[in-house]
């Protein structure tokens, strides 16, 4: 098989060693290791041969979200579609998301993460993918109660998760408390008495003589061997690199005393700077963020000035008690800062706004809507991230900003890590301003900062 550098696909030792298990008859085989040693690609290789060995093969795929199972239907379609002789044996059909055999009713299908959806299935290959962020082990048990209809395997595959109660966990710790185990290095070992299941798990252990800041040491626990002690260094010392991210990602170790904090405590105190305000006629860009009833509304003004940090202002407005924000008032606000400053544009969420953009728009404004995809908002929140831990961003000390950025919280999405707001049974608490400063910060840094008009930059800015 041609990976996508060109080149042929070839096994690390650990993937032999989990597939071997698989061949030996494991029914059940889970696969817990740091993120990027390539276990989608191996898995979506490990599906192809499933399809053209095996007899009307029915081969699912399913994680958390029908987004994340689509990454490992991508590695098997791309495969196929790198290799002339795979296309004489399977169909892409990528608008089914299923890749289908020519010489019988064999396929690979992508589920919906709904167990319901899966109900029933008798699949002779089924992949869980993160199961970490299953919220329950229905679609697990759902593939595993269905194998026996075709004597089939299931293989899970995730990183290490924050909740030692939820699926993983649980099934993590009965993989460690069964009699056929072995420790060798970093690497864990489980196996029943029948060998019908087996668990895999490359991680650095916690506590005393194993320092997660030694990257050697940390390598130790990323078995391929193209990740390399140099990427692991340069992850280590990004910016934009959490301390829980580094834990649970590269170390594979379960963080489950850390909050969820996206920035880390004081951090943004750290910014702050006597007299940081934007100066009249300024170049600035405005970040818009509409709660409405029972949320706060936030506008964000951020202006680079000569030494290049951005200084940050924001205004908030709380809605009254049973009411809602006035949208008059913030586009009033909004235009009063086109008289004040020189506004490159206004980024806006659709939801609530989109209205309000076409009116400001009439009356001369520059509106960029900023659409909150993941594929979108998660490097937008990795930049963000790595400008305040740079010391890019500087304010002047306005508490009911600093409040909202310190109240944002992360999520874990098929495309990384993006800022939200906490759960309101845990407390969550309100970030406007924080998501208005993440919109105009993007859209400024993707902008070329060129003297074209500012209708000419609407198709230069890149999201």
């Given at each position: 098989m041609v990976t996508e550098n060109g080149g042929p696909l070839v096994l690390e030792d650990w993937q032999r060693s989990v597939i071997l298990d698989l061949f030996d008859g494991a029914q059940e085989s889970v696969i817990l290791l740091p993120k990027g040693n390539g276990k989608t690609t191996m898995m979506g290789a490990l599906s192809l041969f499933h399809l053209v060995t095996t007899e009307d093969a029915r081969c699912y795929i399913?994680?958390?979200?029908?987004?994340?199972?689509?990454?490992?239907?991508?590695?098997?379609?791309?495969?196929?579609?790198?290799?002339?002789?795979?296309?004489?044996?399977?169909?892409?059909?990528?608008?089914?998301?299923?890749?289908?055999?020519?010489?019988?009713?064999?396929?690979?299908?992508?589920?919906?993460?709904?167990?319901?959806?899966?109900?029933?299935?008798?699949?002779?290959?089924?992949?869980?993918?993160?199961?970490?962020?299953?919220k329950s082990p229905a679609l697990y048990q759902v593939f595993r109660d269905g194998l026996g209809k075709r004597n089939g395997s299931m293989v899970t595959i995730s990183t290490a998760g924050a909740d030692l109660e939820g699926p993983l966990g649980k099934?993590?710790?009965?993989?460690?408390?069964?009699?056929?185990?072995?420790?060798?290095?970093?690497?864990?070992?489980?196996?029943?008495?029948?060998?019908?299941?087996?668990?895999?798990?490359?991680?650095?252990?916690?506590?005393?003589?194993?320092?997660?800041?030694?990257?050697?040491?940390?390598?130790?626990?990323?078995?391929?061997?193209?990740?390399?002690?140099?990427?692991?260094?340069?992850?280590?010392?990004?910016?934009?690199?959490?301390?829980?991210?580094?834990?649970?990602?590269?170390?594979?170790?379960?963080?489950?005393?850390?909050?969820?904090?996206w920035l880390e405590p004081n951090k943004w105190d750290t910014l702050y700077e006597t007299g940081a305000f934007v100066p009249d006629e300024a170049e600035v860009w405005v970040g818009v963020d509409i709660g409405l009833r029972h949320d706060?509304?936030?506008?964000?003004?951020?202006?680079?000035?000569?030494?290049?940090?951005?200084?940050?202002?924001?205004?908030?407005?709380?809605?009254?008690?049973?009411?809602?924000?006035?949208?008059?008032?913030?586009?009033?606000?909004?235009?009063?800062?086109?008289?004040?400053?020189?506004?490159?544009?206004?980024?806006?969420?659709?939801?609530?706004?989109?209205?309000?953009?076409?009116?400001?728009?009439?009356?001369?404004?520059?509106?960029?809507?900023?659409?909150?995809?993941?594929?979108?908002?998660?490097?937008?929140?990795?930049?963000?991230?790595?400008?305040?831990?740079?010391?890019?961003?500087?304010?002047?000390?306005?508490t009911e900003l600093e409040a909202h950025v310190q109240a944002g919280t992360v999520k874990m999405t098929e495309r990384g890590a993006r800022i939200t707001k906490g759960k309101p049974s845990q407390g969550g608490k309100k970030i406007d301003a924080l998501i208005a400063l993440l919109l105009a910060f993007t859209v400024a840094n993707d902008s070329d900062g060129g003297n074209e008009s500012i209708y000419e930059q609407r198709d230069l800015v890149t999201l």
């Open positions: 399913a994680a958390a979200s029908r987004d994340q199972a689509t990454l490992m239907y991508q590695h098997a379609a791309g495969f196929v579609k790198r290799n002339p002789s795979l296309q004489e044996l399977i169909l892409v059909r990528d608008g089914y998301r299923e890749l289908r055999s020519k010489s019988d009713t064999g396929f690979v299908k992508v589920l919906a993460s709904d167990a319901n959806t899966a109900d029933g299935v008798g699949g002779t290959l089924c992949f869980v993918d993160e199961l970490h962020r299953h099934l993590r710790t009965r993989a460690h408390q069964l009699e056929d185990r072995v420790t060798t290095g970093f690497h864990f070992r489980a196996r029943s008495n029948d060998g019908s299941f087996v668990a895999h798990e490359w991680c650095v252990p916690e506590g005393e003589g194993h320092d997660t800041d030694n990257i050697e040491l940390v390598k130790q626990a990323n078995p391929s061997s193209f990740v390399t002690v140099e990427d692991l260094r340069r992850r280590r010392e990004s910016p934009s690199t959490h301390e829980r991210d580094w834990l649970r990602f590269a170390c594979n170790q379960w963080v489950t005393s850390m909050d969820d904090a706060t509304s936030a506008v964000t003004v951020i202006h680079q000035r000569d030494d290049e940090k951005w200084v940050v202002e924001a205004r908030i407005w709380t809605p009254p008690e049973g009411g809602e924000v006035s949208l008059a008032e913030v586009e009033g606000h909004i235009m009063d800062l086109h008289n004040k400053f020189n506004v490159r544009g206004v980024v806006y969420d659709r939801w609530a706004f989109s209205r309000s953009a076409q009116e400001l728009e009439a009356r001369g404004a520059y509106c960029i809507e900023f659409p909150m995809t993941n594929e979108r908002t998660v490097p937008a929140c990795s930049r963000l991230l790595e400008a305040i831990n740079r010391g890019e961003l500087v304010h002047n000390g306005n």
